[in-house]
């Protein structure tokens, strides 16, 4: 069913030890190798546990689930080009996170933990309590103080244990991995697992189009679990013959914090690295991304670029959205206006993928602010 690879060491480890980081200090990556049966897809039902072979758990039995995956694909015209846009704002807890939770959690399960620990500025931390709460399973999140208000009560609610933390973004990281020598680290970041979760994003996009792969995907980036998701889910259908290649990535951050759009275009951060700006695109504010150097090359090996947008192009993309009927927090919006950028130079008949990646409802009390 496959393995952990150290990054660093290279050491090999069986995906029956409950590892979330390897002993040497280093992160941790799963290698797969199974084989999709496509021709049985079609009789399965329409989430993402139908790509059962590629998600290491080998008990159906512990695989903890609300049906979630398999979002619609919708198309949306902007301008003179029509993009594919993947609404995974529609997961049980609002946001894309569920992907990685649904698989995490059921890992977990699986390995007999019976209490976890993440820290998040709110939709991970979201998604772990709540399939936490699903699987039985104790947990505590850690967030930081200015997270968003409706977030914490979210998490509060599945019963889950919140920690405010003062700080920055990445003082909350630090004090959960001082706890995590004691309880298992169901990190999204961190975590392999999540991000075998997150993957299942490509596999849907590449069977919604047919089994083509796009031109291009649009993604935000703060910590990399979509955009590492995503890249690990191509390349292993390239890999497998699936599809025909592999998408061109454009990363989108905030250009108040965007530490991996400086560091890939080797520009000089106008105020020094791990140095954050408040910006409205929350989820995506990292200063310091713990996969940094896997993200830069995955978007280097895809030909692909990284695009910042300010915030008042955030909210004007949130505005069209709205308009258009589509209610999701800023962050979300954060992709599009990046997308729109990006629009402004690609050829006419590139197959685009952008996504939604997170609902407005988790952030309505900010949204009203932003539209008056």
């Known amino acids: 069913m496959g393995t952990f690879i150290c990054t660093k060491c290279h050491t090999e480890f069986p995906l029956d030890?409950?590892?979330w980081q390897c002993p040497c200090g280093g992160l941790l990556d799963i290698d797969i190798k199974a084989d999709l049966p496509i021709e049985l897809l079609q009789r399965r039902p329409p989430t993402m546990w139908r790509y059962r072979e590629i998600l290491p758990v080998v008990d159906d039995t512990n695989i903890v689930s609300y049906d979630?995956?398999?979002?619609?694909?919708?198309?949306?015209?902007?301008?003179?080009h029509t993009v594919f846009v993947k609404q995974d704002y529609l997961f049980p807890t609002g946001s894309f996170k569920d992907r990685g939770a649904a698989l995490l959690i059921s890992k977990a399960k699986e390995l007999g933990i019976d209490r976890v620990i993440e820290d998040s500025s709110g939709n991970a931390g979201a998604a772990i309590a709540a399939y936490s709460a699903r699987a039985?399973?104790?947990?505590?999140?850690?967030?930081p103080e200015n997270a968003s208000p409706d977030k914490i009560a979210q998490i509060k609610a599945y019963g889950a244990q919140v920690h405010m933390i003062q700080g920055s973004r990445e003082e909350v990281a630090q004090k959960t991995l001082g706890q995590a020598a004691r309880t298992y680290y169901a990190s999204h970041c961190w975590n392999p697992m999540f991000m075998h979760g997150t993957k299942t994003?490509?596999?849907e996009v590449c069977e919604q189009l047919d089994w083509y792969a796009p031109h291009t995907l649009v993604v935000p980036v703060g910590g990399g679990t979509l955009l590492l998701g995503a890249y690990i889910g191509f390349t292993e259908m390239l890999g497998a013959g699936l599809t025909n290649r592999l998408p061109r990535i454009i990363a989108v951050q905030a250009e108040r914090c965007a530490p991996l759009a400086h560091a890939f275009n080797k520009e000089e951060h106008i105020a020094g690295d791990g140095l954050y700006f408040d910006t409205i695109a929350k989820g995506i504010a990292i200063s310091n991304p713990i996969r940094r150097s896997q993200i830069l090359t995955a978007v280097q090996m895809s030909d692909g670029c990284f695009i910042t947008v300010t915030d008042a192009e955030i909210i004007q993309a949130l505005k069209d959205l709205c308009a258009?009927?589509?209610?999701?927090?800023p962050t979300a919006a954060a992709t599009i206006a990046g997308l729109r950028r990006y629009l402004e130079t690609a050829p006419p008949n590139e197959m685009i993928v952008s996504t939604l990646t997170g609902h407005g409802l988790k952030t309505s009390n900010l949204i009203q602010e932003l539209l008056q």
């Open 17 to 19: 030890r409950p590892l």
């Open 68 to 80: 979630e995956g398999f979002t619609p694909l919708v198309k949306i015209s902007f301008a003179r």
């Open 136 to 143: 039985g399973i104790a947990c505590d999140i850690y967030v």
């Open 201 to 203: 994003f490509a596999y």
């Open 324 to 329: 258009r009927g589509f209610y999701v927090e």
